[in-house]
């Protein structure tokens, strides 16, 4: 994401668009905003890795020290580890699982129907919703100002600008 963004900015550069300050500041934004995406993926994967490790190790241990003192485990802590033992004994069919509706859904989103259902979620949630709106505007207008400042006519660059938009959804809006 940030090389398309550095590569989209050096052509813009190229082609006269921006100045210099303009230019760091997108760098710097593109830098950014992939950094802060990567961490947000890091974070989950270590949120994941730590709850299976209290889910696998850790519970069973207070289990058997509350075995060792003779008190009765309440019914939550007993479906813990249920869910605990079953996740240890069948880690691989978890992993698997895990897989393969990861490969489902990306083989859906490349149909018509998974796209349109996946931009109009990206469009639905609140956080993302603003900056995916954002993201699109600003490809549109980029493409749409570099058309024009080609030469092309408007209906033309119109058309071609909303092939760059990146949501199905808002290019449908567009015509």
């Known amino acids: 994401m940030a090389a398309k963004a550095i590569v989209l900015t050096e052509l813009a550069i190229a082609a006269g668009l921006w100045s210099r300050r303009t230019r760091y500041a997108a760098v710097w934004v593109a830098v950014v905003f992939h950094t802060t995406i990567e961490a947000s993926a890091s974070v989950q994967v270590f949120s994941f890795l730590a709850i299976a490790v209290l889910l696998v190790y850790v519970v069973p241990k207070f289990?058997?020290?509350?075995?060792d003192l003779g008190q009765s485990l309440p019914p939550s802590t007993q479906m813990l580890l249920t869910a605990s033992d079953i996740a240890a004994r069948f880690w691989w069919v978890f992993l698997a699982g895990?897989?393969?509706?990861?490969?489902?859904?990306?083989?859906?989103?490349?149909?018509?129907?998974?796209?349109?259902l996946l931009?109009?979620?990206?469009?639905?949630?609140?956080?993302?919703?603003?900056?995916?709106?954002?993201?699109a505007v600003a490809r549109f207008c980029r493409t749409m100002g570099t058309m024009l400042?080609?030469?092309?006519?408007?209906?033309?660059?119109?058309?071609?600008?909303?092939?760059?938009i990146g949501n199905e959804v808002l290019s449908k809006g567009l015509g």
């Not at 289990?63 to 075995?67: K, L, T, Y």
């Not at 109009?120 to 995916?132: E, G, I, N, S, Y």
């Not at 030469?151 to 058309?159: K, N, S, T, W």
């Open 63 to 67: 289990a058997s020290i509350f075995m």
């Open 98 to 116: 895990l897989a393969a509706v990861v490969v489902m859904i990306r083989l859906y989103v490349k149909t018509d129907e998974g796209r349109i």
């Open 119 to 135: 931009d109009t979620a990206k469009l639905r949630l609140p956080v993302v919703r603003d900056l995916h709106i954002r993201v």
């Open 149 to 164: 400042g080609s030469g092309v006519p408007i209906l033309q660059a119109i058309r071609i600008s909303r092939e760059v």
